[in-house]
């Protein structure tokens, strides 16, 4: 059992194929067509002389070697610009990553394989399918070719409706920072790199949202999407980079775009907000007026101003309150005759 998990693990490594300089490769191959093109028309010379054996000998050697090797040997020549990669494989085979860049001469029998650079699916009715939860900012597979990028590229989490801890409709969006790391898990663990990380952001998006409620009311220690975005978002980014790591890929980052609450009850929410607000608002009035109620009759009291006995207090205090705590500017009415 051991011996089967190292055999499937040697795959996992990145190995460098046998490469030689492209550009001699190129001139040696090139030369190698004009000079046996030059025996083929030497051999098509020599049969019209009459010399028909030694003639088709040339002809076959010379079209064999000009019009079928040398074309070959072309297909072995690859060119990598930075950040690109190429992973290659021999009749099935794994044969090696091409990762630095450069002019290369490989087996030309060896094909490089990229299964993010496959053409979209068709669905029934002819159209091509659409990722409806992702959109791509970068170079996945470059010029569309078989070439693997190895640059940060940007998953752009369309907006997605997911229930809280509280079971409140929010609609929340994420933006992904990844590159691919280890090309060979990249290809051989998985189908498409690109869409097993989209399902991925999609899941763990999911599954942290219900772990917090949009925003608190009560305990300001407790967490929230709200209040406590980045730690909600380093999380994030730990749980996709677990679900990741098999097919290769490194997240780099992970942010929190957008949050909001569904519109269904977004009105209610923002007439409960409006509520905790004014509620949060009079109280602290409540306890300036009455703070200033306390002053005004220590200070009365204290300088013997006048002397008031408990009726007195509490008219006082009552006016005093109204005063403080109303909403708009008091009306004062002057009493011209005595309080008896």
């Given at each position: ?209 219900r772990l917090y409620p949009y925003d608190v009311t009560g305990d300001d220690n407790e967490k929230s999407l709200r209040g406590s975005s980045q730690e909600v978002a380093e999380k ?105």
């Open positions: 059992m051991t011996n089967n998990i190292n055999e499937k693990q040697k795959h996992y490594e990145e190995i460098s194929p046998k490469t030689g300089n492209g550009m001699v490769a190129l001139i040696l191959n090139t030369l190698m067509i004009l000079a046996f093109t030059g025996v083929f028309i030497w051999g098509i010379l020599i049969v019209n002389q009459g010399k028909i054996g030694i003639g088709i000998t040339l002809i076959v050697v010379g079209s064999i070697v000009a019009f079928v090797i040398g074309p070959i040997l072309y297909g072995g020549l690859k060119v990598l610009k930075p950040n690109e990669a190429l992973v290659l494989t021999l009749f099935g085979k794994y044969y090696g990553t091409l990762k630095e860049e450069g002019f290369f001469f490989v087996n030309p029998f060896a094909t490089a394989v990229n299964p993010a650079a496959k053409p979209a699916a068709v669905t029934e009715n002819g159209s091509q399918a659409m990722n409806n939860l992702s959109q791509w900012t970068g170079t996945v597979s470059v010029g569309g070719s078989k070439k693997i990028s190895l640059k940060t590229i940007t998953l752009n989490n369309e907006k997605q409706k997911i229930n809280d801890q509280l079971g409140n409709p929010i609609i929340i969006g994420i933006v992904v920072i990844w590159k691919v790391v280890n090309t060979t898990k990249a290809v051989f663990n998985v189908d498409n790199y690109v869409e097993y990380l989209s399902t991925q952001c999609d899941s763990a998006l999911r599954n942290i949202v994030l980014k730990v749980e996709i980079q677990e679900k990741v790591e098999i097919a290769g890929l490194e997240i780099v980052e992970a942010r929190i775009t957008h949050l909001s609450y569904a519109p269904e009850i977004a009105a209610v929410m923002l007439q409960r907000q409006q509520a905790s607000a004014i509620i949060d608002a009079r109280q602290m009035i409540v306890e300036g007026a009455v703070g200033m109620v306390e002053m005004a009759l220590a200070k009365l009291n204290e300088n013997e101003i006048v002397q008031l006995d408990e009726e007195r207090k509490a008219a006082m205090v009552s006016n005093l309150l109204v005063v403080l705590c109303g909403n708009k500017d008091a009306q004062p009415i002057v009493n011209s005759g005595s309080l008896y």
